[in-house]
């Protein structure tokens, strides 16, 4: 069974700061283009910034330069380092990983179960 876990939303006031984890864990051969999506009420789920290969990413317009995407590829874990949050920013996170359990797997894209961050003062 494999399973992507966030982790590291929460309340934070306009400005702030937060960082969000996704763990992912199970029966896996191999996991790309991880990445983290949002969704805000009332919208469509957007991308925010993902890995399209082993050194490049791509960022959302909105995030650039505010937002940075790592991961520990040991640990088969994503990061998102959100700094200079604003209110608009407020959503439920997703992280995302295309993940194959054994050699010859098809390549299932697995969701997390969400993670909310909501910036406000």
């Known amino acids: 069974q494999v399973q992507l876990v966030e982790s590291g939303g929460g309340l934070v006031q306009p400005g702030g700061s937060l960082r969000l984890s996704c763990a992912a864990s199970?029966?896996?051969?191999?996991?790309?283009?991880m990445g983290w999506y949002r969704q805000a009420p009332g919208k469509e789920r957007e991308l925010v910034a993902r890995f399209i290969s082993s050194t490049s990413t791509n960022y959302a317009d909105s995030v650039k330069g505010r937002f940075t995407i790592s991961r520990d590829n040991v640990k088969n874990t994503v990061y998102l380092q959100m700094n200079s949050l604003k209110p608009e920013d407020t959503a439920v996170y997703y992280c995302?990983?295309?993940?194959?359990?054994?050699?010859?797997?098809?390549?299932?894209?697995?969701w997390g179960q969400g993670t909310q961050v909501t910036v406000s003062s």
């Open positions: 995302s990983g295309k993940i194959q359990r054994f050699l010859g797997d098809v390549i299932t894209n697995y």
């Open positions: 199970g029966s896996i051969f191999s996991i790309n283009g």
